[in-house]
């Protein structure tokens, strides 16, 4: 069984390398110019000292060869080779009479550690071999060469009359302490030497106190033989013994705090990451989740206007073909009729679908809460059945916020319709209106839910003694065409259109409630600062404006928008021509005479919209008037251009009617260029 015997290229494997190295190095030192040469000092150091005998200087040199053959890669065969010539070389010390040298030798110590090294330059080739006996033989040779060492620091003359270290040169010490480590070193990844290289806290703590471990007790046995007054040779060794006796206990102390500490570090962090994924993954589930909803709503709103649109082109294409095949002229102004009213209603379908999505265009003006509620009850009492109580307690008398009254209204008799509707066999309705410090609460939104800016709102609640809703009816509550009446019975488009006009007036829409405890309906809207002189008012008839003769520019793309608005405004006496676009239409007004009136779309194909053209026409053309318009508008987008005056806006589809009384009106003014 052979495993890989290469070593990676980092920090462990350099420093493994370099210390074989510089055993290599010393034992051919000790051979060459020691036993070759005659040099004293490459012999023993010291003169009292022992000497390295040949034997010891060729084990270790196989030794740091086989761990260099070990770093570099290279066969495994190299260290087992080196392994057996260490073995033979000391079995042929005590065997033959040759390799013996007098009075110098190989000592038992000395002999142990050779065949340690050998079983560790074996044992690296050895593949899946268990951590304890990989670790085993490094730690018995480190120690067996750290206690001659210590005598040595200490002058321990107990060495050379010791049986076991009598022989224990102290280069031989050295040398094989530096291989042992270099051993351990290649090991860092497992044992107690993964606790002691490990980046953990508790690692980098236990590397900062070794030294303290170490140095410490060696210094505090050095002290003690000096102030010993017992027999000098038994204290020596018996000093040396103590003294990494204290150090081995020490390092296995701080090993084991280590590990434990290590081993929470790391249960911690596990926990951390399988914390961090496991919100990940529910954060994925939710945006997932939130998108299906947000699909599913859309793909509803898309079917409901479909549908409803799809019932109005019916009637309208059907009374227009009666119209053109029916001889009798006395039944055309009814298919007239009919066809204008399904036309409108499909005006008020989009108006509604544009206030649920706040692309409406709303005219905020401040008024008095509490009178508008009132006039919107005077309304819903027509509508309102006698088994049903309708009470109220209306507590924002003074208080004044900027809305659009008429989508108000709109959007209030929705939730008061609905709340009828929730309760056929009679019930009680409670209207109530107070202000409410509010900060950034949750309201209801498209597919999801919105966050209002906090202060002061003032909150108009619908209560009913309805059957409520469930948990899952409500969170589809404000989806447009979602119902819970039965089918021909509800547009489904009245909490959604009610909910976009409450967002859109910088407030928001709350629902609250539980199966067989009715529903509790929060518009809020924020407070307004200023109070108006007089109170506006909420419904304006439209009047007859004759007509009178000017001259009118129509821009905008379809052209199918402008031929009819332009036979229109011919048919009142009105001189007409049409742009497709802002340029065609500063164009046209540079080459001939300047129109009294040009009529734009806001958004059209080119660089230019009707915003600029608007400004531009100011500019360039002051004589002349400028009335916008679009399919949808808000106030806030026509306000963002950052103008200093807002011209008049007229909202797709325009009633000839209308056409007629906001071209007289802006005509009678003077123009604002």
Same mark, same amino acid.
């Given at each position: 069984?052979?495993?890989?015997?290469?070593?990676?290229?980092?920090?462990?494997?350099?420093?493994?390398?370099?210390?074989?190295?510089?055993?290599?190095?010393?034992?051919?030192?000790?051979?060459?110019?020691?036993?070759?040469?005659?040099?004293?000092?490459?012999?023993?150091?010291?003169?009292?000292?022992?000497?390295?005998?040949?034997?010891?200087?060729?084990?270790?040199?196989?030794?740091?060869?086989?761990?260099?053959?070990?770093?570099?890669?290279?066969?495994?065969?190299?260290?087992?080779?080196?392994?057996?010539?260490?073995?033979?070389?000391?079995?042929?010390?005590?065997?033959?009479?040759?390799?013996?040298?007098?009075?110098?030798?190989?000592?038992?110590?000395?002999?142990?550690?050779?065949?340690?090294?050998?079983?560790?330059?074996?044992?690296?080739?050895?593949?899946?071999?268990?951590?304890?006996?990989?670790?085993?033989?490094?730690?018995?040779?480190?120690?067996?060469?750290?206690?001659?060492?210590?005598?040595?620091?200490?002058?321990?003359?107990?060495?050379?009359?010791?049986?076991?270290?009598?022989?224990?040169?102290?280069?031989?010490?050295?040398?094989?302490?530096?291989?042992?480590?270099?051993?351990?070193?290649?090991?860092?990844?497992?044992?107690?030497?993964?606790?002691? =290289? /490990?980046?953990?806290?508790?690692?980098?703590?236990?590397?900062?106190?070794?030294?303290? %471990?170490?140095? #410490? @007790? !060696?210094? $505090?046995?050095?002290?003690?033989?000096?102030?010993?007054?017992?027999?000098?040779?038994?204290?020596?060794?018996?000093?040396?013994?103590?003294?990494?006796?204290?150090?081995?206990?020490?390092?296995?102390?701080?090993?084991?705090?280590?590990?434990?500490?290590?081993?929470?570090?790391?249960?911690?962090?596990?926990?951390?990451?399988?914390?961090?994924?496991?919100?990940?993954?529910?954060?994925?589930?939710?945006?997932?989740?939130?998108?299906?909803?947000?699909?599913?709503?859309?793909?509803?709103?898309?079917?409901?206007?479909?549908?409803?649109?799809?019932?109005?082109?019916?009637?309208?294409?059907?009374?227009?073909?009666?119209?053109?095949?029916?001889?009798?002229?006395?039944?055309?102004?009814?298919?007239?009729?009919?066809?204008?009213?399904?036309?409108?209603? =499909? /005006?008020?379908?989009?108006?509604?679908?544009?206030?649920?999505?706040?692309?409406?265009? %709303?005219?905020? #003006? @401040? !008024?008095? $809460?509490?009178?508008?509620?009132?006039?919107?009850?005077?309304?819903?009492?027509?509508?309102?059945?006698?088994?049903?109580?309708?009470?109220?307690?209306?507590?924002?008398?003074?208080?004044?916020?900027?809305?659009?009254?008429?989508?108000?209204?709109?959007?209030?008799?929705?939730?008061?319709?609905?709340?009828?509707?929730?309760?056929?066999?009679?019930?009680?309705?409670?209207?109530?209106?107070?202000?409410?410090?509010?900060?950034?609460?949750?309201?209801?939104?498209?597919?999801?839910?919105?966050?209002?800016?906090?202060?002061?709102?003032?909150?108009?609640?619908?209560?009913?003694?309805?059957?409520?809703?469930?948990?899952?009816?409500?969170?589809?509550?404000?989806?447009?065409?979602?119902?819970?009446?039965?089918?021909?019975?509800?547009?489904?488009?009245?909490?959604?259109?009610?909910?976009?006009?409450?967002?859109?007036?910088?407030?928001?829409?709350? %629902?609250?409630?539980? @199966?067989?405890?009715?529903?509790?309906?929060?518009?809020?809207?924020?407070?307004?600062?200023?109070?108006?002189?007089?109170?506006?008012?909420?419904?304006?008839?439209?009047?007859?404006?004759?007509?009178?003769?000017?001259?009118?520019?129509?821009?905008?793309?379809?052209?199918?928008?402008?031929?009819?608005?332009?036979?229109?405004?011919?048919?009142?006496?009105?001189?007409?021509?049409?742009?497709?676009?802002?340029?065609?239409?500063?164009?046209?007004?540079?080459?001939?005479?300047?129109?009294?009136?040009?009529?734009?779309?806001?958004?059209?194909?080119?660089?230019?919209?009707?915003?600029?053209?608007?400004?531009?026409?100011?500019?360039?053309?002051?004589?002349?008037?400028?009335?916008?318009?679009?399919?949808?508008?808000?106030?806030?987008?026509?306000?963002?251009?950052?103008?200093?005056?807002?011209?008049?806006?007229?909202?797709?589809?325009?009633?000839?009617?209308?056409?007629?009384?906001?071209?007289?009106?802006?005509?009678?003014?003077?123009?604002?260029?």
């Amino acid at each position: 069984m052979t495993t890989d015997v290469s070593l990676p290229n980092t920090w462990h494997s350099k420093t493994s390398f370099y210390l074989a190295v510089s055993v290599g190095i010393l034992a051919l030192l000790n051979l060459i110019l020691g036993w070759g040469l005659g040099l004293e000092f490459f012999l023993r150091i010291w003169p009292e000292y022992p000497a390295m005998v040949p034997s010891t200087a060729i084990s270790l040199l196989f030794g740091s060869l086989g761990l260099i053959a070990l770093n570099k890669g290279y066969s495994p065969w190299v260290a087992r080779l080196c392994s057996v010539l260490i073995a033979s070389d000391v079995i042929a010390n005590y065997r033959l009479a040759v390799f013996q040298v007098v009075p110098d030798g190989m000592s038992i110590a000395t002999a142990i550690a050779c065949l340690l090294i050998a079983v560790c330059l074996w044992s690296r080739t050895v593949k899946d071999l268990s951590t304890f006996a990989r670790l085993l033989p490094k730690t018995l040779g480190v120690s067996l060469a750290m206690v001659p060492l210590i005598g040595y620091l200490y002058n321990s003359e107990a060495l050379f009359a010791n049986p076991v270290y009598t022989l224990m040169a102290l280069h031989t010490a050295i040398g094989f302490t530096a291989l042992f480590v270099a051993f351990l070193v290649n090991d860092a990844e497992v044992g107690w030497m993964r606790v002691l =290289a /490990a980046p953990e806290l508790g690692s980098q703590m236990l590397r900062k106190l070794l030294p303290f %471990l170490v140095l #410490v @007790p !060696v210094g $505090l046995t050095g002290l003690a033989l000096i102030a010993s007054n017992l027999n000098y040779v038994s204290a020596d060794l018996r000093a040396s013994v103590l003294a990494y006796t204290m150090i081995l206990m020490l390092v296995t102390a701080a090993c084991y705090f280590a590990n434990v500490i290590n081993k929470t570090e790391q249960r911690a962090a596990q926990a951390e990451k399988l914390q961090r994924e496991s919100d990940r993954a529910r954060q994925v589930a939710e945006v997932a989740l939130e998108r299906g909803q947000k699909i599913e709503a859309l793909g509803k709103l898309v079917g409901g206007v479909a549908h409803d649109f799809n019932n109005t082109l019916s009637v309208v294409l059907g009374n227009l073909q009666l119209l053109q095949a029916d001889p009798d002229k006395s039944a055309h102004p009814v298919y007239l009729t009919e066809a204008v009213e399904a036309v409108q209603n =499909a /005006a008020e379908l989009t108006r509604q679908l544009l206030a649920y999505g706040r692309k409406s265009r %709303l005219e905020p #003006v @401040p !008024v008095n $809460l509490d009178d508008l509620v009132r006039k919107t009850l005077n309304m819903f009492q027509r509508l309102c059945p006698a088994n049903i109580a309708v009470s109220t307690r209306l507590s924002a008398n003074e208080m004044i916020v900027e809305l659009d009254p008429i989508n108000f209204q709109q959007a209030l008799l929705n939730i008061l319709i609905n709340a009828r509707d929730a309760q056929p066999q009679g019930g009680k309705i409670v209207i109530s209106t107070a202000a409410e410090e509010m900060g950034r609460e949750q309201v209801s939104g498209f597919g999801g839910t919105e966050q209002i800016f906090s202060g002061t709102f003032v909150c108009i609640s619908v209560v009913d003694s309805g059957p409520g809703m469930t948990a899952q009816e409500l969170s589809r509550a404000t989806e447009p065409f979602f119902t819970t009446k039965p089918v021909g019975e509800g547009t489904g488009l009245g909490l959604s259109v009610a909910s976009g006009f409450c967002r859109q007036s910088g407030g928001g829409l709350t %629902l609250l409630s539980e @199966p067989g405890h009715g529903l509790t309906a929060k518009m809020f809207f924020p407070l307004s600062p200023s109070s108006p002189d007089v109170a506006p008012e909420t419904m304006q008839q439209s009047t007859e404006v004759k007509p009178s003769a000017h001259r009118i520019l129509l821009v905008d793309d379809d052209e199918k928008v402008t031929r009819v608005m332009a036979r229109q405004l011919q048919l009142d006496g009105n001189e007409v021509e049409v742009a497709l676009s802002a340029a065609d239409a500063l164009e046209i007004m540079s080459t001939g005479p300047a129109p009294d009136l040009v009529i734009t779309d806001l958004v059209m194909p080119g660089a230019m919209q009707g915003h600029a053209l608007a400004k531009e026409i100011r500019a360039r053309f002051p004589g002349t008037h400028v009335v916008l318009m679009s399919g949808y508008d808000s106030i806030r987008q026509r306000q963002s251009d950052g103008a200093e005056w807002n011209e008049p806006f007229l909202q797709k589809p325009i009633n000839w009617i209308l056409l007629r009384e906001v071209a007289a009106s802006v005509l009678s003014q003077t123009p604002k260029g």
